[in-house]
């Protein structure tokens, strides 16, 4: 099992930016598909951005491609979200999670660790 814990979310107007990391433990990172997901009030779960084991290959959602970008830094066991352009759609607990089988990555479900989640709020 692999401990998660986000930080760098907090209170931005919208076209501001935020980056996001999720520090891992008890595990090598380097092992793992990396995924960030995203809840609002009210709201299911949502698929935002996918990272390959190596770094190689990423994935987002439509909503956010262009303006969000994902990144690992294996070496440091951590895993980013590089936010800019937020809109206040994007207000949401945004969680990491890792993915043994580092397959299906858009899917929540192929996960198996999962962070609490930092809090992003854009204000108009």
């Known amino acids: 099992q692999v401990q998660l814990v986000e930080s760098g979310g907090g209170l931005v107007q919208a076209g501001g930016s935020l980056r996001l990391s999720c520090a891992a433990s008890g595990r090598t990172l380097s092992s793992y598909g990396m995924g960030w997901f995203r809840q609002a009030p009210g709201k299911e779960r949502e698929f935002v951005a996918a990272i390959s084991r190596s770094g190689s290959i990423t994935y987002y959602t439509d909503s956010v491609k262009g303006r969000f970008t994902i990144s690992r830094d294996n070496a440091k066991n951590a895993v980013y979200l590089q936010m800019n352009n937020l809109n206040v759609e994007d207000t949401a607990v945004y969680h990491c999670?890792?993915?043994?089988?580092?397959?299906?990555?858009?899917?929540?479900?192929?996960?198996?660790?999962w962070g609490q989640g930092t809090q992003v709020t854009v204000s108009s």
């Open positions: 999670a890792a993915s043994k089988s580092a397959t299906r990555l858009r899917i929540g479900s192929s996960y198996d660790d």
